[in-house]
């Protein structure tokens, strides 16, 4: 049932969404059952390839990260990924009466279209086991670009906005989304500054 809705939305998004905008489910449960499961992906992959297997950038050495070092910033990885999408869901249904919802917003629906538009980015994570740093940008840029997609086809479903109104509701979200995203790496160069930041060791 977790990779239902997932495999659904690459391979028949239009019902997909409204089968999501069907179901009765809290918030909860599709913050603990979708994104705390398949935001782990990422972290999980970039601990394996950054403490394991290394990474090299054209004929450099090969570089890792120590055990502690990979375990924290996977860790610190996967926090910001929730916050992240929490917060996209939370902005998208606040913005949802200013862009011509029909019905009356809900936070778990907002959460919902979040959740579900990040799926592919979710799903790429797994490109990480394989550390070639511009496979890994074209994989997450593809994955970027379905991820708006999917929250452009969405909008009208779930939130019941007028398909011009998307338009304009997506580039709005899709600006919020790239604060937070700006927001992330600020934190992490706070973080780094606070003795948080990779150690590297070559080998």
């Known amino acids: 049932m977790l990779l239902s809705h997932a495999v659904g939305l690459f391979t028949r998004p239009g019902e997909e969404w409204a089968f999501i905008k069907n179901q009765r489910e809290n918030a909860t449960r599709h913050y603990v059952l979708y994104i705390v499961i ?11 390839s950054t403490a394991h297997f290394g990474w090299s950038v054209g004929n ?10 990979a375990v924290q910033l996977s860790v610190l ?10 917060a996209l869901g939370y902005a998208i249904h606040w913005m949802a009466k200013t862009y011509g919802a029909k019905d009356e917003p809900r936070l778990v629906s907002g ?5 579900y538009s990040c799926t592919p980015l979710f799903l790429a994570g797994f490109a990480l086991l394989y550390p070639v740093p511009w496979f890994n940008a074209a994989v997450f840029l593809a ?9 452009y086809d969405g909008l009208p479903v779930v939130m019941g906005v007028e398909k011009g109104q998307a338009v304009m509701y997506g580039g709005a979200l899709l600006t919020v989304a790239l604060v937070i995203l ?8 706070i973080l780094w500054n ?10």
């Open 182 to 189: 700006v927001s992330t790496r600020v934190g992490s160069v």
């Open 77 to 86: 990885t996967y926090l910001a990924m929730l916050v992240g999408v929490f």
């Open 111 to 115: 959460v919902a279209l979040a959740a």
């Open 143 to 151: 994955a970027a670009c379905y991820g708006a997609w999917l929250m």
């Open 38 to 48: 398949l935001s782990a992906i990422a972290p999980i992959c970039a601990y394996i």
């Open 60 to 69: 450099e050495r090969l570089i890792r990260l120590t055990e502690i070092s």
């Open 194 to 203: 606070l003795g948080v930041g990779p150690v590297f060791i070559s080998g």
